[in-house]
């Protein structure tokens, strides 16, 4: 390109930089480079080592593979969680949802993603193994399997279910239904059918 | 709150830069952060850093205001441009849509901003004076004015024009009418009868 876009180098840097993550265009990625550069100094530095000292400190849980900035992360080492209790989630955003809603109170294992053979995602690529390991050491007495609903999810909640039989115990999953709040006639057919066949006591539908 | 989202304080530091910037919320931003941090040490370094060094090393052009890798920018310093045509822009970003439209040979000046009393901006935050020292000591034979059509536009056009008016130098301002490929029925009423009081000759639409 004889004719440059830009009038300087580092603020093309720069825009390069953001418009590589997902989701930022070149446009949005000048505007948000052009923002910056009216903040001080301090701000922006700020801003570039919190990325910088996050890459480079960050530790994951050794017992359930959350990020953590210590050895074994807050919710592992609380001392009034539910021990026995283990849900198994793709990855730490998960963990944030499920931790957001208030209702659970067991230790949760991070699978680091789910078995995707298009993206060229094996078992051996997830914390697979050291789910069964602490299945084997801790004294765990049930496992929630809380992955998403397409196809790699029912195919990593089968291997999992499949590599937990020998210990005979006991496996849930979480609730497919209607959102609360949802209205019948817009709701999928494959959710509906399976709220009407997953049907609950309407005394415990309060719960 | 006692019931932390993150599990990591080096997380939330980096979830929190990202948030400040405009248009991003912190859902936003946690994918971002952990986007980045399935990158590579050196590329985040690169990111990082990237932002850091345009804010401590920028630099303006003496000429224009335009953000420059050197103390006079490119399209200043540059032997064919046409010296005595000065187009009068508010930010950066209209310089690069202008460039990019390959239409304007001339040079630019960089207001940095427009006149407007409600975010406390007036003309002497502007490089405004900076405008006259140039009409003074250089040889300037027309000023463009290209700025936005909104009150403040408006404003600091008619201030810019009178400020002009001792030097006897022909001010123009940018063509206003309905964009090409546009049609007429959607175009607002302001902008359409604009572009009948300026109609020009059948002959010279192609030029």
Redesign the interface.
């Known amino acids: 390109m004889s004719?440059?876009?830009?009038?300087?180098?580092?603020?093309e840097?720069?825009v390069?930089?953001?418009a590589?993550?997902?989701?930022?265009g070149r446009k949005?990625a000048?505007?948000?480079?052009?923002?910056?550069?009216k903040?001080s100094?301090i701000e922006?530095?700020?801003?570039?080592?919190?990325?910088?000292?996050?890459?480079?400190?960050?530790?994951y849980?050794q017992v359930c593979h959350?990020?953590?900035?210590t050895d074994v992360?807050?919710?592992c080492s609380h001392p009034s969680r539910d021990r026995q209790t283990v849900c198994v989630v793709e990855?730490?955003?998960d963990?944030?949802a499920i931790?957001?809603t208030?209702q659970f109170r067991g230790l949760y294992h991070v699978l680091g993603g789910i078995i995707s053979p298009m993206d060229g995602i094996g078992p051996s690529d997830l914390e697979i193994e050291s789910l069964i390991q602490r299945i084997t050491t801790d004294n765990i007495s049930e496992v929630i399997l809380a992955l998403s609903t397409t196809m790699e999810g029912d195919t990593t909640n089968f291997f999992i279910f499949r590599k937990l039989a020998p210990f005979n115990i006991k496996t849930t999953t979480i609730a497919r239904g209607i959102a609360i709040g949802d209205e019948l006639e817009y709701a999928d057919e494959i959710t509906l059918g399976r709220s009407i066949l997953n049907r609950v006591e309407f005394s415990n539908s309060f719960k």
């Open positions: 004719h440059p876009q830009f009038s300087s180098s580092l603020l840097n720069a390069n930089e953001f590589k993550l997902p989701g930022i949005t000048l505007r948000l480079v052009l923002h910056l550069l903040k100094e922006v530095e700020g801003f570039g080592n919190a990325v910088i000292d996050l890459r480079k400190q960050i530790q849980c959350n990020i953590s900035d992360c807050h919710i990855n730490i955003k963990v944030m931790e957001n208030q």
